[in-house]
């Protein structure tokens, strides 16, 4: 099996992970999960969303959060915004990279963003102009890049030929997002040999929502065909508010056991990061999709002590 020494995880559990709550999280809380996902040697976290708090109100206090967390060296805290309002509040919270994002199909994109596929594109200019002047990289994200709640399968054509747009921009990295966990391991494994084909220079991440419970199946098909860098949400939460059906992404501490089983190094420590799952689940409050954590109990000694450093 072709396989890296190494992946590289993006944490998406404290933005795309808790915007799909409906019970209002307090800030204290999305600071202490940021902070105990920081712990535990993830090196790319995606603190927030700079949304408007009429569409997405879970994000209201993305500023604050980002003003409280404990800054650690060597973690990318990213910022994920919908236009250049929200990309110059990124930059004066001092994100280290922003997140943008576009779908492949014409009706996700006007249900989440209110906007054509073409006038998404021309904002990202803006936002890539924004980005080049403080000196922050970019990521594009492609939603529905493997089928679409509202017009089902999607032509893998457009997604390149969207990707090959935000190439041209500025874009650092090309993100293909499963939103609905659509998609199937053959169908990964040929898109990804095809977008290392067509944009051969090109970082590519990917992002997999496991609704249909293919997530790590996706991932593995994703390797073989040459990825490395993959996004993960602690204990599985997630959901996209404009996608119906879609569940969570695929459990962090779930990919990280299966990487580390298979001798594939990623950076973090496994208990540690069962820990920040745990504290995921009592900060929503239910029980949440991700298996390594129910097959490995959080000792009482060890929860109570971190809930009292939680607390402090």
Partial sequence: MRSPNRVVITEVGPRDGLQNESRAIPLDRKIALVDALSACGLTRIEAASFVSPKAIPQMANAAEVMAGIRRRPGV?????VPND??????IEARVDEIAVVVSASESHNRANVNRTVAESLEAIRGIASLC??????WTGYISTSFGCP???AVDVARVFEIAERLRDTGAE???LGDT??????RQVFETVIEFFHKLPDMPLRLHFHDTRGMALAN?????EAGASQFDGSVGGLGGCPYAPGASGNVATEDLVAMLHAMGIETGVQLDGLLDAAWLAEEIVGRPLDGRVKRAFPRPASSQHAAQADYVS
């Fill in 219 to 223: 991932v593995i098909a994703a390797i």
């Fill in 150 to 152: 509202y017009e089902g």
């Fill in 132 to 137: 080049r002047e403080a000196s922050i990289p």
């Fill in 173 to 175: 990295a090309i993100a």
């Fill in 180 to 185: 609905i966990g659509i998609a199937n391991p």
């Fill in 85 to 90: 309002v929200g990309a110059r509040n990124a």
């Fill in 76 to 80: 990318t805290y990213v910022g994920l």
